[in-house]
């Protein structure tokens, strides 16, 4: 546990000065970017031992390994993210632990979300997952996501629903489709929609973009959070 705890303090160290770099030469201050550190397939002792280190934001993309290792971790203050995405037979799970859902994309999520989190007594925030690789074409990109056209309804659907807060946008820098390869110009696209959507829903601020592998443009174009895993957990094993 030792060995596991240095390696997690050394990596976290490093991805810390990362991000105080990116802010650095993007002229922000440290403190307008929050780390979300994504622990899918890592244990519940890895989430203690990152507590430890002052991690208070996590998150998983998997409701079945969620849950139990946010019921493992739930005497620690951790605010859990959900960030993949999320199919509707599982929100009453999800609104349990997550304080905040960052893949909203279809207005039936949301009416789902609304009523397990009313019947849980919880209010969960929500960002509204863009596609970038749709913004030409379908309704929803490959990574899931809404169309840039969809942002503004699922905005007042949230904003309309019970027990839910419309917090703001998140993005996965997209694999096809005119961004493809270009993660800092797909993250000043999102920046672009979040100062629309602020327009008239100014408490709507979150931008969530980036992970570890481009965590410093994403910084660069403005996000509020970013989501890294490998750069702090190590890489993933497979799974089965």
């Not at 997690?8 to 160290?13: I, Q, S, T, V, Y």
Request: hydrophobic residues 45%; aromatic residues 2%.
């Amino acid at each position: 546990m030792t060995d596991r705890r240095s390696e997690l303090a050394a990596n976290l160290a490093a991805v810390e000065e990362r991000i105080a770099a990116a802010c650095a030469a993007a002229g922000r201050k440290r403190e307008e970017v929050t780390l979300i550190v994504v622990t899918k397939t890592y244990p519940a002792s890895d989430v203690r031992i990152l507590h430890e280190l002052g991690v208070r934001h996590v998150a998983e993309n998997r409701d079945q390994d969620a849950a139990p290792k946010a019921e493992a971790c739930a005497d620690l203050d951790l605010n859990w993210h959900f960030v993949g995405q999320l199919q509707t037979n599982k929100v009453r799970s999800v609104v349990r632990y997550a304080d905040m859902v960052h893949s909203i994309d279809r207005v039936r999520l949301v009416t789902a979300l609304s009523a397990a989190a009313e019947r849980a007594g919880r209010e969960v925030g929500c960002l509204i997952q863009v596609a970038l690789d749709a913004e030409e074409g379908a309704a929803r990109g490959e990574r899931g996501g809404v169309a840039p056209g969809g942002i503004e309804e699922l905005a007042a659907a949230v904003a309309a629903a019970p027990a839910l807060r419309i917090e703001g946008l998140m993005t996965v820098a997209p694999l096809t489709g005119p961004y493809a390869g270009r993660p800092r110009a797909a993250f000043e696209r999102l920046r672009e929609f979040s100062s629309d959507l602020r327009a008239g829903r100014p408490a709507a601020n979150m931008v969530s973009a980036g992970m570890s592998a481009d965590l410093e443009e994403a910084v660069a174009a403005g996000a509020t959070h970013v989501r890294v895993g490998t750069a702090v957990l190590g890489v993933r094993p497979r799974l089965g």
